[in-house]
T-cell receptor
Framework: KAGVTQTPRYLIKTRGQQVTLSCSPISGHRSVSWYQQTPGQGLQFLFEYFSETQRNKGNFPGRFSGRQFSNSRSEMNVSTLELGDSALYLC????????????FGNGTRLTVT | GIQVEQSPPDLILQEGANSTLRCNFSDSVNNLQWFHQNPWGQLINLFYIPSGTKQNGRLSATTVATERYSLLYISSSQTTDSGVYFCAVGTFTGGGNKLTFGTGTQLKVEL
């Protein structure tokens, strides 16, 4: 069974640009969550999607957005990039029920210069 | 929001040694998971354990929900156990699951 797939693995962008990251969940999983990992703030929750609906959102500015497609694949977008957006962005999938463990992808490492 | 504290922050072990990692959380939760992040950044789910005890090979975990803590035991440690261990907790609110991660325990296992 294929795991969670995130693309691209690495990305370098310039301040002010926008970026789109992609996540394909494990087959059968309907929930996709996104997390940002930085050395200073650790792992922080961005948002979660279930059946194309955002169910939960973390404390990030509106520049961070996401969506989920009917096949459960998800994308997150960051507009007007800032240097502080440099981070490892991790996507996790699960069945979306209360007792579902999360399974993470390998992440996308974004560097903003 | 929920606060999650992990201890110790850093740990160095000789191969073959045992260790206990602790996770304290500040409020009632119905979701607690342990993860291992390897040196390449991949987060591996070790246990989903909101209460009780589970074992998987050399690893076991115990959560005492009423006292708001969880323990991860690593026995006969190996160099491949090196990495960061995270505890994450959450509540299933609003129909969704939002996990709060601790700051992790950085483990290094030496030969």
């Amino acid at each position: 069974k294929a795991g969670v797939t995130q693309t691209p693995r690495y990305l370098i962008k310039t301040r002010g640009q926008q970026v789109t990251l992609s996540c394909s969940p494990i087959s059968g999983h309907r929930s996709v969550s996104w997390y940002q990992q930085t050395p200073g703030q650790g792992l922080q929750f961005l948002f979660e999607y279930f059946s194309e609906t955002q169910r939960n959102k973390g404390n990030f500015p509106g520049r961070f957005s996401g969506r989920q497609f009917s096949n459960s694949r998800s994308e997150m977008n960051v507009s007007t990039l800032e240097l502080g957006d440099s981070a490892l962005y991790l996507c996790a999938s699960s069945f979306g029920t209360d007792n579902s463990p999360l399974h993470f992808g390998n992440g996308t490492r974004l560097t903003v210069t | 929001g929920i606060q999650v504290e992990q201890s110790p922050p850093d740990l160095i072990l000789q191969e073959g040694a045992n260790s206990t990692l602790r996770c304290n959380f500040s409020d009632s939760v119905n979701n607690l998971q342990w993860f291992h992040q390897n040196p390449w950044g991949q987060l591996i789910n070790l246990f989903y354990i909101p209460s009780g005890t589970k074992q998987n090979g050399r690893l076991s975990a115990t959560t005492v929900a009423t006292e708001r803590y969880s323990l991860l035991y690593i026995s006969s440690s190996q160099t491949t156990d090196s990495g960061v261990y995270f505890c994450a907790v959450g509540t299933f609110t609003g129909g969704g699951n939002k996990l709060t991660f601790g700051t992790g325990t950085q483990l290094k296992v030496e030969l």
